[in-house]
Nanobody, 120 residues
């Protein structure tokens, strides 16, 4: 069992930045692929970014490439999402996810989510 707790959401103006954090419980964090998803009101949850367990591979949705950066600190059991040049269309609840496989398509565990609101 893996428990994930997100933090760092909030209200920011367009063009601003936020950094989300996701703290994971358990001793297996270093073996898990980690990712971020988001869900806007009335829309389906969508993939945002992922990072492999050994930090050698990151993937991003086209909509956030060049603006968002995913990273992880295995010593702290934490994964981060640095979000720069935020746009109103980035407004959503952001969820952390983990997986023993491909987190972008097979997430196993979810956090409770943190709200990001970008004003124009």
């Amino acid at each position: 069992q893996v428990q994930l707790v997100e933090s760092g959401g909030g209200l920011v103006q367009a063009g601003g930045s936020l950094r989300l954090s996701c703290a994971a419980s358990g001793r297996t964090f270093a073996n898990l692929a980690m990712g971020w998803f988001r869900q806007a009101p009335g829309k389906e949850r969508e993939f945002v970014a992922a990072i492999s367990w050994n930090v050698d591979r990151t993937t991003y949705a086209n909509s956030v490439k060049g603006r968002f950066t995913i990273s992880r600190d295995n010593a702290k059991n934490t994964v981060y999402l640095q979000m720069n040049n935020l746009k109103p269309e980035d407004t959503a609840a952001y969820y952390c996810a983990s997986s023993w496989g491909d987190v972008s398509s097979q997430p196993n565990y979810w956090g409770q989510g943190t709200q990001v609101t970008v004003s124009s």
